[in-house]
């Protein structure tokens, strides 16, 4: 089943935690943290994040991870947070007694959390060029320097 635009789709997996008893504006801050980040880093964030929304995206992060693991048989080192959003779910609507009889209303709200993981091949290091490059430097300064000393 291609993607849109008929783009190679990387292999991966995702878990969602429905109907999640925090509202989705302090859940989305959160998931911006670990959006694009390795799975394992963006564990070590969640981990530390003071933000009570980051348990519940711990949760989910982990599970797509296990996901990965178990279902597609890849890597979990090579995993990368390619997708992460929080979309809005049902509100509760409660009411808190106020003076003279009045009511307030009180909105409990709940969101969805979905966090989508894929494999990512390891980087080529570049440290050949960066080597046959070095030794030249040095030669064409020697050049230069005995040329400044003939000219004094």
Request: aromatic share 4%.
């Amino acid at each position: 089943m291609p993607g849109k635009g008929d783009a190679p789709v990387l292999p991966g997996a995702r878990a969602v935690a429905r109907y999640v008893r925090i509202s989705p504006m302090k859940a989305r801050r959160v998931v911006n943290l670990v959006r694009g980040l390795p799975a394992k880093e963006a564990l070590t964030v969640l981990q530390f994040a003071p933000q009570a929304a980051s348990e519940q995206v711990y949760k989910v992060l982990a599970s797509a991870i296990a996901n990965a693991e178990n279902n597609e048989r890849l890597d979990p080192d090579a995993l990368l947070v390619s997708e992460a959003f929080v979309d809005e779910g049902p509100t509760m609507k409660r009411f808190q007694p106020r003076a003279q009889g009045r009511a307030y209303r009180i909105r409990k709200r709940t969101c969805h959390i979905t966090v989508a993981v894929e494999a990512v091949a390891p980087a080529a290091p570049k440290k050949s060029a960066a080597k046959k490059a070095t030794p030249a430097k040095p030669a064409e300064a020697a050049e230069t320097e005995s040329k400044t000393e003939g000219a004094e």
